[in-house]
């Protein structure tokens, strides 16, 4: 078992564009399990890659369905290829911990990923899958959900937030 560290707001390797991923070999299996390591000891549904320093386009799902065995995705290298509807929920991050806001997004998205071997997948996920998926995605893009939230709410927080920067 490998915990790695969680970056924090303010730190700017979360505001990089993440690379491609290129090789499918150990080292890319190597990660994607101490993602996985780090986002169950962390008690998060989903992590990616640039959250423990790691700038590629790697996310890991860590779902724990009520009766059912926790569910382990690694999604590398995703492409939007569809999207609609629209749906509000709180969110929260492991990155900004402490704050939790409610984001707009997409009810439903279709997207394609590789696997850990290199394969192409497709799916098409909607509710609490698409919205994690796309949580996670934006941290690939640099993105943060507090980027997703109104003016007004994001003033609310600006002390707060230039704290957690200050910490990093």
Not at 8 to 18: E, H, M, Q, S
Not at 108 to 120: A, H, N
């Amino acid at each position: 078992m490998s915990v790695r560290s969680v970056l924090i707001y303010g730190n700017p390797i979360l505001r990089l564009k993440a690379q491609p991923v290129t090789e499918f070999g150990p080292e890319l299996k190597r990660l994607v399990q101490d993602m996985l390591d780090t986002v169950a000891v962390e008690d998060g549904v989903g992590l990616a890659a640039p959250q423990i320093g790691e700038s590629v386009r790697v996310i890991v799902l860590y779902l724990r369905p009520e009766n059912q065995d926790p569910f382990f995705l690694p999604i590398i290298n995703p492409e939007l290829l569809e999207s609609g509807g629209e749906s509000e929920f709180e969110e929260g991050c492991l990155s900004v911990p402490d704050i939790r806001e409610t984001v707009t997004r997409p009810e439903w998205i279709r997207f394609r990923y590789q696997d850990l071997e290199g394969k192409w997948e497709e799916v098409r996920w909607e509710g609490l899958m698409a919205r994690v998926v796309q949580h996670e995605w934006d941290h690939l893009d640099g993105i943060l959900f507090v980027d997703r939230i109104s003016v007004a709410k994001r003033a609310l927080l600006a002390g707060k937030l230039k704290q957690m920067a200050r910490e990093q």
